[in-house]
């Protein structure tokens, strides 16, 4: 019988066959693709929709949504969700190992300001180890923000990138300068031109 959480489930699922580990890997990078893009891989207004889009559709390339991700991980994501098992990571190992040569200190739980992870304790998107160079400590914001006013932001933010808004409207809040450096700031995470410039427009006098 086909067994799942339909938005999560593998084609194999879909199909009733007998499953393995490899299922797994391959709702563990919907799950991954969710958190960094903020949608889901496929769409569909029904059950069936649903179930057709894991068996033939092929999701967009995460960096197609967020230009600013790593391109490698936007190609592990994109393995992980592979229609036949074999194409996809054959461990939750492999999987790991190559998320790790991306972010080197990805078992750490030191925080940094950018990108971002799911930490092992929490299911609260926090910031990720920077990747293979240190950068530079970020320099004390020379604005402080209204906590009501930052809410606001994120709630607008999320109706265009999905529920990162919350971690990017907080570390940008750090280093902006005033609110328009703010809204810039947040506008450049809004892959539609038409969508930044009606956020941008959003701004408080």
Not at 138 to 157: C, G, M
Request: glycine share 2%; hydrophobic share 35%; proline share 11%.
């Amino acid at each position: 019988m086909a067994l799942g959480s339909l938005y999560y489930m593998s084609p194999e699922q879909i199909k009733a066959f007998p499953v393995d580990a490899h299922p797994d890997i391959y709702s563990v990078g919907v799950t991954l693709y969710e958190i960094v893009t903020g949608r889901r891989p496929v769409q569909g207004d029904s059950l069936f929709s649903i179930m057709a889009a894991h068996l033939q559709q092929i999701p967009v390339p995460p960096i197609h949504l967020m230009p600013h991700i790593p391109p490698e991980l936007s190609s592990i994501i994109e393995r992980s969700q592979q229609k036949y098992p074999d194409d996809r990571f054959q461990t939750a190992e492999d999987f790991r190992a190559a998320l790790s040569n991306v972010y080197p200190d990805l078992q750490s739980h030191v925080a940094s300001t950018a990108p971002y992870r799911i930490s092992s304790s929490t299911s609260t998107p926090q910031p990720l180890p920077s990747t293979q160079t240190a950068r530079p400590a970020t320099p004390p914001s020379t604005q402080s923000f209204d906590h009501a006013l930052l809410e606001t932001i994120r709630k607008n933010l999320a109706t265009y990138i999905g529920p990162m808004a919350k971690v990017i409207v907080t570390r940008a809040a750090k280093t902006a300068r005033s609110r328009q450096d703010l809204y810039e700031k947040l506008a450049e995470q809004i892959s539609s031109p038409k969508d930044r410039q009606t956020f941008l427009r959003s701004l408080p006098l």
